[in-house]
């Protein structure tokens, strides 16, 4: 088993909180072991524990406000709170790859001595491990202090203020952590060298710069043309932006386009493909266009690539 699940502090909540029901949040790459982490909290016959089966991508996808109210607690796994509520315990969950010598590795390929530091909410009990494994090398770990929502040295795929705060005192980033959309996000997001350190595959990189632009502008080209649109949004609490869902809308219906509004809980392609529109934009985790537009029949854009596609 590679992760922590922290098992025993959802077990305190519920001999404290003594809940009847309770909803059980699992990450996708959790959900395997669901059966075992129902078996485990369910410490007498009255108590009712159901999963949600829906796919729950970061904190932001805890149930809106009346379905929350359902549930005496909301158990969420993997990320750190986001969203605030008082039925609402978030668990983050500790992967227990090493991270002392992917460090080390990843820091071969860094310039200058001041390097900052960051990484994803599975790594975070190993940031001060990290940071010593940098001192030990001769470096300077340069990180940004946390706060309530964002934790020291810590990326959401939609939040790099953890290296953009600091972008200016470092000679360059390393990331620990797996995938391409965190890396790529502060790559973008910064001016400085950013190196990834995969734990789990042992492989460092360096991140191209670009490669979001490249493909910002090719969805663009792809949906230059259409005629009929429909803005997407979710009704998970911490994506919910309506301002950003009208403000486009209405700049689409300016300049002579059909724009529609489509409220999804969860935006595949089998969902959207047959839908009668030319190109979708998507006001929900950026993750969903940045990352997945190339499996979707039909252009998909962020607000704001819409709103470059109408004002150049
Ligand atoms: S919006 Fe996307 S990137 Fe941001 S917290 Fe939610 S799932 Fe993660």
Not at 6 to 17: G, L
Not at 109 to 121: A, D, F
Not at 229 to 255: C, D, M, S, W, Y
Not at 293 to 310: H, Q, R, S, T
Request: contains cysteine; positive net charge; charged residues 35%.
């Amino acid at each position: 088993m590679d992760y922590e699940l922290n098992i025993d502090k959802v077990k305190e909540e519920i001999k404290k909180k003594k809940p009847k029901k309770i909803l059980i949040q699992l990450p996708e790459g959790l959900k395997p072991r669901s059966r075992e982490i129902m078996k485990k909290l369910k410490n007498n016959k009255d108590l009712e524990i159901l999963l949600d089966g829906e796919a729950v991508y970061g904190a932001c996808c805890i149930p809106p406000e009346k379905e929350r109210e359902k549930y005496d607690l909301i158990v969420h796994f993997g990320h750190t709170e986001l969203v605030p509520s008082e039925n609402v315990l978030y668990v983050p969950v500790e992967s227990k790859k090493e991270v002392k010598e992917i460090t080390k590795k990843a820091l071969k390929e860094t310039e200058g001595e001041k390097i900052g530091l960051t990484t994803t909410t599975q790594h975070l009990h190993k940031l001060k491990e990290m940071k010593k494994t940098i001192k030990e090398e001769g470096n300077e770990p340069v990180t940004r202090k946390g706060d309530k929502y964002i934790r020291e040295g810590q990326v959401l795929g939609c939040c790099f203020i953890a290296a953009t705060d600091i972008q200016e005192k470092v000679d360059s980033f390393i990331f620990i952590g797996s995938g391409n959309f965190h890396p790529q996000g502060i790559a973008n997001s910064t001016n400085k060298k950013v190196i990834q350190g995969n734990p789990y595959n042992g492989e460092v990189r360096k991140i191209e710069k670009g490669k979001w632009m490249k493909e910002r502008e090719m969805r663009k080209d792809k949906a230059r043309n259409s005629e009929t649109f429909a803005v997407i949004e979710t009704p998970h609490p911490g994506q919910t932006h309506n301002k950003v869902t009208k403000e486009v809308t209405e700049k689409l219906r300016k300049k002579g386009k059909e724009a529609h509004i489509i409220r999804m809980n969860q935006i595949t392609p089998n969902k959207i493909n047959h839908l009668p529109f030319d190109a979708f934009i998507v006001n929900a985790c950026s993750r969903i266009v940045l990352d997945d537009w190339k499996n979707y029949e039909k252009p998909i854009l962020l607000p704001k690539e819409a709103e470059e596609l109408i004002e150049p």
